[in-house]
């Protein structure tokens, strides 16, 4: 389930009026499927729409869901699979892990147009955002368990709201400052509550130079995976929209022209595929000085020496920018047909951007999930 597909759910349920549940997991120990920050919602006909685990959880969660619409209190599951009878007489997963969701009742047409995208894991921004939940707390402050969001109507909000959400923006500052996620308890004046930092990135920006037959399967990957794809090429001819249905844009320039549509930054990617070798001659340069984390140059590594040799009477790489040039292009995964050498550019995006290795997880002793929340007990006021 794509962010774009969560968010087609939530803005039809805040044209509706509808109320959904909104599923966030909130902790995680041992092997699980999703990590912490996990979403999902469910429909008021009780249709989850997402995944937190594998599809094994999601019936159970949304049988409490439907609690949580008719009540609206929200309300903390925990799954946990780490027994040894559990293959037999639990969940039956054998993912040896334990995890919570917390289940929030959330009114869509209440939110702005950007918290719902944040809330479907799309950020629109260049940095990212933070989303802090608070999953729990002592009976006094049960009606405060939830995603800290600023709705429509809370002028009049208790006390105990306004204190809340003041010290979040607090812990939302710290996730940001360190870039990861974490979990914090915080001490109120009527208790403690315990919340969970979650950080969302920005979308990945995919830049292709050169809009052949061998782009399309790459644009259609990219938009699996939510990518924000831009097709660039000078060749007038082949920059038709209709044959890029995954792309933002599809634009007609030189590579003298190409800066103005290469969005920049850590979350950027460009990958050169235009089978012209004076084009890419005059494009490398270009593209090597811009502030983006990813330069994949389709074809053989001869080929990317001897451009590197060319321009060298211009324009001689830094380390830094040489770097971040990938040539050849994509992971060594076997096959040579577009679709497999797409599946091998983008996989090797994911894993720069990801700042992973790339390699087997079977050869990985640690967690699978780069990125676990920072838990501490630390009180914050």
Not at 194 to 216: M, R, S
Request: glycine content about 8%.
């Amino acid at each position: 389930m794509s962010v774009s597909e969560l968010l087609a759910i939530m803005e039809g349920a805040a044209a509706a009026r509808e109320p959904l549940v909104l599923g966030t997991l909130v902790r995680t120990s041992g092997s699980t499927y999703r990590r912490a920050g996990a979403r999902l919602l469910i429909t008021k006909e009780g249709v989850p729409v997402g995944l937190i685990s594998g599809g094994c959880l999601e019936p159970q969660i949304a049988k409490t869901a439907r609690e949580v619409l008719a009540t609206g209190a929200s309300r903390r599951l925990r799954f946990d699979m780490t027994g040894e009878n559990d293959g037999l007489i639990g969940f039956g997963l054998g993912c040896r892990g334990a995890l919570d969701v917390l289940l929030e009742k959330i009114e869509p047409w209440r939110l702005n147009a950007e918290t719902r995208r944040l809330l479907c894991g799309m950020n629109s921004a260049e940095a990212p955002r933070a989303l802090v939940t608070a999953f729990e707390a002592p009976p006094a402050l049960q009606g405060l368990l939830g995603t800290v969001l600023e709705k429509e109507g809370d002028a009049d909000a208790p006390s105990s709201a306004m204190a809340l959400r003041e010290a979040a923006h607090g812990l939302a500052r710290e996730a940001l400052a360190t870039d990861r996620p974490l979990v914090r308890a915080l001490q109120l004046p009527e208790g403690g509550i315990e919340c969970f930092v979650d950080l969302v990135p920005p979308a990945v920006h995919l830049t292709i130079y050169g809009a052949g037959p061998d782009a399309v399967p790459l644009v259609s990957i990219a938009r699996q995976l939510d990518w924000r794809v831009t097709v660039v090429d000078h060749r007038p001819a082949m920059c038709d929209p209709a044959r890029f249905p995954g792309a933002e844009r599809v634009v007609h320039a030189h590579p003298e022209n190409v800066v103005p549509h290469v969005p920049t930054g850590r979350h950027s990617a460009v990958v050169v595929m235009s089978h012209n070798y004076f084009a890419d001659l005059r494009l490398l340069p270009i593209l090597l000085k811009l502030d983006v984390a990813y330069v994949g140059l389709l074809g053989p590594r001869r080929r990317g020496e001897q451009l590197l040799r060319e321009m060298a009477d211009e324009f001689v790489p830094t380390p830094e920018q040489l770097a971040r040039l990938y040539s050849p292009v994509g992971l060594k995964l076997g096959g040579d047909t577009p679709a497999a050498i797409a599946l091998s550019i983008a996989a090797e995006i994911q894993a720069v951007l990801s700042q992973s290795e790339g390699a087997h997880l079977r050869q990985h002793d640690g967690p699978i999930h780069l990125s676990q929340p920072e838990e501490t007990h630390r009180k914050s006021a």
